[in-house]
């Protein structure tokens, strides 16, 4: 993944950042994190270890979702919620001209990537979700698991900690990633999503837990009704792998195309942390379902 892979879409107002590359059907991916977090700055970068290797068989995107990486910030308050995370996921696919996607979410991109199926199924194929503690049944005391994160927080020094706490090794927490979270971490517009976050408390948290419940409710009704696979760490600090298999039962309980792919040895992380075997995984999956 190159800076010349980068590029910006126009998305209803809101400049929108993604990295493409390849030919092929559309693969899109979709990172975790939040605009405006205290302690790690999530973006399309992400996806670095997988990036050019998933290239050469479809035509990759891997987009910074609202507010995140170099994506424009919400233009009001009350956008700071996951519903509008969601509909401009959507909205940008629908910019792109992508139809027939197979979407990958991991962890609270995870979440955008179940509710997008669910809202947005006409340009949807398949769905992918990896560990996603804000999906899965319960919750995570992230405060607790990060509590001794160094200060200043959003520092390289400091993100370096958050991610290797995240993680089972720490192999791969490379230079080029790093400098990747310190750079979006330094932006002004990260720093006025953290302001209003954080200090002039917008309604982010309480919208997702009734969304969250909400998601919940229309996987147990109507179901995910696309092919959906997890896959899940086993060693994951933050979505613990009792979740992930409380999360698989609930969706399998209405979609009898859904699988569960589970990484030994492996944190938050896993694309990262098993590279190869992660790609595998994806284009057995994608072919499957071709």
């Given amino acids: 993944m190159q800076k010349e892979d980068g590029r910006f879409v126009d998305v209803d107002g809101i400049r929108t950042h993604y990295y493409t590359k390849g030919n092929g059907p559309p693969l899109v991916l979709i990172h975790g994190g939040a605009f405006g977090h205290p302690t790690a700055a999530d973006s399309g970068f992400d996806w670095s270890s997988n990036f050019d290797a998933l290239a050469e068989r479809y035509r990759v995107f891997a987009i910074d979702k609202l507010g995140q990486g170099y994506t424009d910030i919400p233009k009001r308050d009350e956008d700071y919620c996951m519903a509008s995370v969601v509909d401009h996921a959507?909205?940008?696919?629908?910019?792109?001209?992508?139809?027939?996607?197979?979407?990958?979410?991991?962890?609270?991109?995870?979440?955008?990537?179940?509710?997008?199926?669910?809202?947005?199924?006409?340009?949807?194929?398949?769905?992918?979700l990896i560990d996603s503690g804000t999906l899965a049944p319960g919750t995570t005391p992230m405060e607790e698991i990060m509590a001794d994160a160094p200060k200043p927080h959003l520092s390289r020094e400091s993100q370096e900690w958050v991610l290797k706490r995240y993680s089972y090794g720490h192999d791969h927490i490379d230079d080029e990633w790093l400098d990747a979270v310190t750079a979006v971490a330094a932006t002004d517009k990260y720093k006025e999503a953290f302001a209003i976050v954080e200090v002039r408390n917008s309604p982010y948290a309480a919208h997702l837990r009734k969304q969250k419940a909400e998601t919940h409710e229309i996987i147990k009704t109507r179901g995910m009704q696309k092919p959906t696979?997890?896959?899940?760490?086993?060693?994951?600090?933050?979505?613990?792998?009792?979740?992930?298999?409380?999360?698989?039962?609930?969706?399998a309980e209405t979609e009898p195309r859904a699988q569960m792919h589970i990484f030994n040895k492996s944190g938050h992380f896993t694309y990262r942390e098993h590279p190869e075997e992660f790609n595998a995984v994806l284009n057995n999956w994608v072919t499957m379902n071709s």
Avoid at 234 to 250: E, K, Q, S, V
């Fill in 90 to 128: 959507a909205a940008t696919l629908r910019a792109l001209g992508l139809e027939n996607v197979d979407l990958v979410g991991h962890s609270r991109g995870g979440y955008i990537a179940c509710r997008a199926t669910l809202d947005y199924p006409d340009i949807i194929k398949t769905c992918v």
């Fill in 229 to 251: 696979m997890l896959i899940w760490s086993h060693n994951d600090p933050t979505a613990t792998i009792d979740r992930g298999h409380m999360l698989f039962d609930m969706i």
